[in-house]
């Protein structure tokens, strides 16, 4: 389990960065946090011919808390992220779900970025963001652009960025006076890949979900009806539960989410 | 392919090396710098056999190419004991308690626990705060229970009221 | 003797270096010069291999050496059978490297050495591999189906061994029962999975023709025996080595390929040639074990004496069947558990399957049997209406009853199975207490009331551990030092051997434990002994250390009493020193006696030196070594058990079970074990509580998973789910002391223990969770989605 060969870079700045994507496009693979990539690298599961590492690039880490959103540079680490009061008292829904990812010594080094670029349908954040219907910035030599959650991810491991762009930044928006949120998740182990999670918004009577682990991309889903819910979802069944199992439990976090989010929402408002 | 120059301070001491850019730190830490107290356990990040400190922070080496480390100050298991001799209060209360058997697991778990010491910096860890903050460390001889009360009893050691 | 200390909770001399890194497994030994292994792993099941060339492998930048089957030359051979047994009609076991047929995913198909890790993988991809796939047998029923296609091409059938035992008459005990049922239930493959894979570093001195090998092996003399043998190299020559091993769990006794091929590349090469096993190829390479499906007829009087059963099971033995029928044995002898069941049949058939061979992992078919009569004993209790612990205590064997002999059955050590003591009835009363049983139905009542689900589990179960022939041990006063030394043939795989012997001479001797150095896994330190497995090590090792130590106490006691000048039974041992009674001025320290003990006195320190101011310690006219003396304050000693003794304990939890989502929480648990005469108690919970969590990962998390055409679904450590802290209980752990009348020490192993019950308890406990629905767990493990499944399709009381 050592990593095939490949050409290394590790760029000063962002603009370095950007033209070695430009320059080697979907031959290299950017290096964030490595959390996801080096277990593949490892396994060989992905040998690609270069690595981008946005190690150096101190300019994308920083957490900036604003009334509206809690706007997150890509190279953040989950820990930073989690241990930042600022942004858990505008959006407290992201500590409760980086809580939830894997285990701390895995989100020293995980970054923000990483975890949403990766766009693991599994994974936490990305549910996070289309929950509270964040957005995120990429750059290019080409510019800047902005996406929405809901236009980003497309598919398992797959979002809507281009060959030469990388992801700067993920905007949370923060959450609204009374309103509440939860992430709940049901997972094998702690720390495991849930078998189905819910990042669940309660705001002014609306209720927004977004479910992961139960389709190729973060499922999206308004309103508190656990079987339209589970009807939105598209599983599959693997060797840790059928899709039917997974159906299930869309419903109960459902219940769950939505009770424990309109239990905040009361509490705070 | 080529090489690069890699500078790491590991326990204090400056290690410059010629390296891959695919080694992984682990392997450079094990064999280029010659400390084999950090082990290696499954190379993709779930027993945590391989925890050392890096700037501070508690991270899996076989997750991290040496050449991410270049300029970084590492902490193995094996800079964990007081220059001044005798082992960490962490060592010791693992010895205490019995919490490790084969070994294999150990520096990962006292490694993640020391950070974890380090940023809690307070005696009255419960249980439920301890087993979460070692979960991302796998044992197959303890039943945990025991590491548990290691990680309880430094804690007690460092930060109690004497 | 003022120094006790047998039988206390001593902290282990191995932990400092362990802890402060400066332990020595084998990928630590510092080996500049070696060249590394990888191999090529069959990617199929089962299949048919029409082209490898290796030659774009071979010229790849820094690769020394591809080897293939046609390389090997006479040392192409098959692995040894390594417990043979008439009832395997085509026993099978691997070659090093596959010729024209493979037998499941991750079989060594060819070898590639190179001057890193990293560069032998790259030309593993380098290798041509084409292969016609053959039809993978997977399905252990399916195997034994009429016109089943067949694992190995070359045999006739899947089944690799079938055996029929028979104690008392199982058809008249049918006849005579008022209570007759049947039941089917299975239990999974697992595997122990210890947190060190396998490794091998092989040094060849050419010149000295001298092959040293550092080993994970449980079994070092199994290894220097066999490559002595193998190489042609005289058996002093063969040195194995393992300074420290991270866990072994019985996968690492078993006989790999690398063991071989490592040591032989070694040889050709003359370069140290290192193979460290990587996690996926632990997954793949390395022993599994656990699938069982048992069918049981069970027959009982109408109070719920069981007075016979019938079990038929499938033991699903892989590919290979390289330990023989040890496992099933194991499972079979162990069926009746601590009960009388004076009347039983056990019929097994061992089946071949394309999967990875399968050695017993810790347990060895006893989680299997346990699981079986636990569970049938929670159904008649059902049947004849008394609760679970009234039914255990009206099947146990009395006190009185012991040595209790089970009748024609023969244990894996190949004798009747005689279990030689225990206090079942005392060892159920302490469990229920530890675990607040009589508390329980209210705690149970209140949390329904809550909407949550409860249950509470028992399980008890006897384990035959200690096994011969026997072990061996070295003791010596170190002149140098004054410490004892302790030899022993047995490697430590972690569980505290070293403090445990340590233990054992220091009491003999009259001195701190930590004063003993106890070395293990040397073949060149000890060469007689067997290895480490089967709960054995305390019990045949142990014995063997204090026979040695005797010796040594006794020769310490002659040679000072001559140096002293008094009679020997004036003399007492105490603090490392022999003195005068009533005297304790008059004294020799154990060094100055070991100094004297030899005729050249070496006078390099103030002890060699006070040494000479004694009388000497041998009173001799003649020769200063008279005949039938030896220099040195030394002996070795052995021990060999007469048959197996058994171990016994008693299990619980309380478990909560979430009817909406399938999820299981062990709420807490309680042991209590008995191992005879416990040296450590520290230790032995250590065991017990380890044990315990590995049984956790076999009833709710840990399942080897394979598809339909023998492909590994979760090889790796984010699939086949190893339980977290997060995932295992707070348990509370009591002893009970019951002697073995048959060794000495009074020791019984305690090392497979812990994980037996569980597996049983749990499914208990969910019955219990669920009994408002009509609910009986039958197949381990579970996990959340099936026990959903078992919830959902469970008619509602």
């Given at each position: ?15 370095e ?23 593949m ?9 270069a ?14 808390v ?7 540079g ?9 241990r ?49 219907g ?16 809901a ?9 809507s ?15 609204e ?11 094998r ?81 | ?30 064999h ?61 209360a ?15 778990f ?19 705060e ?14 945990y ?18 | ?34 060249v ?39 040392h ?21 490297l ?15 050495v ?9 030309a ?22 009429d ?43 697992s ?44 058996y ?6 393992q ?87 194991v ?157 022993t ?108 003990s ?47 003794t ?91 002391e ?60």
């Amino acid at each position: 389990m050592k990593p095939a060969p490949f050409e290394y870079h590790a760029p000063e700045t962002l603009d370095e960065a950007l033209r070695l994507k430009s320059e080697l496009g979907p031959e290299a693979s950017v290096l964030a946090g490595g959390q996801s990539l080096v277990p593949m690298l490892n396994m060989r599961l992905a040998s690609p011919e270069a690595l981008i590492d946005l190690r150096k690039l101190d300019e994308l880490r920083y957490i900036n808390v604003a009334d509206d959103a809690v706007a997150v540079g890509a190279m953040t680490t989950h820990r930073a992220l989690e241990r930042s009061d600022a942004a858990y008292s505008a959006c407290p829904l992201i500590r409760e779900a980086l809580g939830l990812v894997a285990h701390a010594v895995v989100r020293n080094r995980g970054t923000i970025g990483g975890s949403v670029a990766h766009a693991d349908p599994a994974a936490e954040l990305p549910s996070v963001l289309v929950a509270l219907g964040g957005k995120v910035k990429v750059r290019s030599l080409r510019g800047e652009r902005e996406i929405a959650a809901a236009d980003l991810f497309t598919f398992h491991f797959t979002t809507s960025l281009e060959p030469d762009e990388l992801l700067t930044e993920i905007s949370f928006p923060a959450l609204e006076q009374g309103a509440g949120s939860a992430f709940l998740e049901i997972s094998r182990r702690h720390g495991d890949y849930a078998l189905a999670g819910a990042a669940c918004v309660v705001s002014n009577g609306n209720t927004r979900l977004a479910f992961t682990g139960v389709g190729p991309i973060p499922v999206f889903v308004e309103g508190d009806d656990p079987d339209a819910a589970a009807a939105a979802t598209s599983p599959s069944d693997d060797i840790h539960a059928t899709a039917d199992y997974r159906r299930q439990l869309v419903r109960v976090l459902t219940s769950r989410a939505v009770g424990l989010a309109r239990e905040r929402a009361q509490v705070s408002g | 392919m080529s090489s690069r120059n890699v500078t790491v301070t590991v326990n204090g001491s400056t290690f410059e090396r010629e390296v891959e850019p695919r080694l992984l730190l682990s392997d450079f830490l094990r064999h280029d710098v010659g400390l084999t107290g950090t082990h290696v356990g499954c190379e993709h990040g779930v027993c945590g056999c391989c925890t050392v400190r890096v700037d501070g922070e508690a991270v899996r080496s076989c997750l991290m190419f040496a050449v991410q480390a270049d300029g970084a100050e590492i902490l193995t298991v094996e800079g964990l004991a007081p220059a001044e001799g005798g082992m960490h209060p962490l060592q010791e209360a693992f010895k205490e308690c019995h919490g490790l058997q084969c070994g294999f697991c150990t520096p990962g778990f006292v490694m993640a626990a020391s950070a974890y010491l380090d940023e809690q910096q307070r005696a009255d860890l419960t249980d439920e705060e301890v087993r979460e903050a070692i979960s991302g460390n796998l044992c197959r001889c303890t039943g945990y229970q025991n590491i548990v009360e290691a990680v309880k009893l430094a804690a007690k050691t460092m930060y109690g009221a004497s | 003797m003022s120094t006790r200390v047998f039988g206390k909770p001593i902290r282990r001399n191995e932990d400092e270096r362990l802890l402060t890194g400066l332990g020595s497994y084998v990928d630590d030994i510092s080996a500049p010069t070696a060249v590394h292994v990888a191999f090529l792993r069959s990617p199929e099941a089962h299949a048919r291999i029409v082209k490898l060339d290796v030659s774009r492998a071979r010229e790849h930048p820094g690769v020394v050496a591809v080897y293939t089957h046609t390389d090997l030359g006479e040392h192409d051979i098959e692995l040894p059978l390594m417990i043979p047994h008439p009832c395997m009609p085509y026993p099978k076991t691997q070659r090093l490297l596959a010729h024209d047929e493979v037998h499941y995913v991750g079989q060594t198909i060819a070898m590639v050495v190179a001057e890193s890790r990293y560069v032998a993988e790259d030309a593993l991809e380098l290798i041509e591999l084409d292969y016609d796939p053959l039809p993978a047998v997977v399905d252990i029923e399916a195997a034994l189906e009429d016109g089943a296609s067949t694992t190995h091409t070359d045999s006739p059938g899947n089944v690799g061994a079938h055996l029929e035992q028979k104690v008392g008459d199982p058809d008249a005990a049918f006849r005579e029962a008022d209570v007759v049922f049947s039941e089917r239930y299975s239990i999974e493959r697992s595997a122990g999975m210890a947190m060190e894979t396998r490794g091998v570093l092989a040094d060849y001195d050419a010149r000295r023709q001298e092959l040293t090998v550092w080993d994970t092996t449980q079994a070092p003399l199994t290894i220097k025996g066999s490559l002595g043998s193998l190489f042609g190299i005289p058996y002093n020559k063969v040195r194995v080595k393992q300074p420290d091993i991270g866990g072994g769990f019985g996968t690492k006794v078993m006989f790999y390929p690398d063991e071989v091929l490592v040591p032989w590349a070694a040889i050709q090469l003359e370069r140290p040639v290192k193979y460290i096993e990587d996690r996926i190829e632990h997954f793949i390479g390395s022993t599994h074990e656990r699938k069982q499906i048992h069918d049981i007829e069970v027959a009982a009087t109408a109070d719920g004496v069981v007075l016979g059963l019938r079990d038929r099971f499938i033991h699903d033995t892989g590919a290979y069947i390289p330990y023989g029928i040890a496992i099933a044995q194991v499972a079979a002898t162990q069926l009746p558990g601590p009960y009388r069941v004076p009347n039983f049949s056990v019929e097994f058939t061992a089946v071949y399957t394309n999967t990875v061979p399968v050695t017993p992992y810790r347990g060895c078919g006893r989680p299997q049997a346990c699981m079986v009569i636990e569970r049938v004993m929670d159904r008649l209790a059902t049947e004849v209406g008394v609760d679970r612990v009234e039914i255990r205590r009206r099947n146990y064997i009395q006190p009185e009853e012991f040595p209790y002999h089970r009748g024609d059955i023969l244990f894996a050590d190949g004798l009747p199975v005689t279990i030689d003591s225990g206090q079942y009835d005392k060892q159920l009363d302490l469990l229920l207490e530890t675990i607040d049983w009589e508390d329980f139905p209210a705690e149970k009542e209140q949390a329904r009331a809550e909407g949550r689900y409860l249950g509470i589990g028992i399980a008890n179960y006897v384990e035959g551990t200690g096994l011969g022939p026997y072990e061996g041990a070295h003791v010596q006063i170190e002149p140098t030092t004054g410490k004892v030394w302790v030899a022993t043939g047995l490697t430590s795989i972690g569980q505290g051997l070293e403090t445990a012997l340590a233990q054992v001479a220091a009491e003999e001797l009259g001195v701190e434990a930590h004063d003993v150095l106890v070395v293990t896994g040397d073949t060149q330190a000890m060469p007689w002994g067997v290895a480490t497995f089967a709960s054995r090590a305390a019990v045949v090792s142990g014995n063997a250390v204090a026979v040695a130590a005797l010796e040594v106490r006794n020769k310490a006691l002659g040679y000072a009493a001559n140096m002293l000048e008094a009679a020997t039974d004036d003399l007492e041992l105490a603090d490392g020193k022999i003195f005068v009674r009533g005297a304790p001025e008059r004294h020799v320290t154990l060094k100055q006696v070991a100094i004297a003990s030899n005729p050249l006195r070496y006078a390099f320190d103030d002890d060699a030196r006070a040494a000479t101011q004694f009388a000497p310690a041998r009173r001799a006219d003649g020769p200063q070594l008279p005949p039938g003396e030896e220099p040195g304050l030394e002996a070795t000693g052995y021990y060999s058990p007469p048959h197996a003794t058994w171990a016994s304990g008693a299990h619980a939890a309380v478990v909560e079970v979430d009817i909406a989502t399938g999820e299981l929480t062990y709420v807490r648990y309680a042991a209590v074990h008995d191992c005879g005469t416990v040296i450590n108690p520290m230790i032995v919970e250590g065991q017990v509580m380890g044990g315990v969590a590995q049984g956790i990962g076999g009833s709710f998390y840990e399942r080897m998973a394979y598809d339909d055409t023998g492909q590994r679904r979760n090889a790796s450590f984010m699939d086949f789910l190893v339980p977290y802290a997060t995932e295992v209980p707070a348990m509370r752990l009591e002893h009970l002391e019951t002697p073995s009348p048959l060794n000495p020490k009074g020791i019984k192993g305690a090392g497979e223990a812990g994980c037996i019950p569980v597996p049983a308890l749990t499914a208990s406990a969910i019955d219990d969770a669920l009994s408002d629905l009509d609910v009986t767990i039958r197949d381990m493990p579970l996990d959340p989605c099936s026990l959903k499944a078992i919830i959902d399709a469970a008619p509602t009381r």
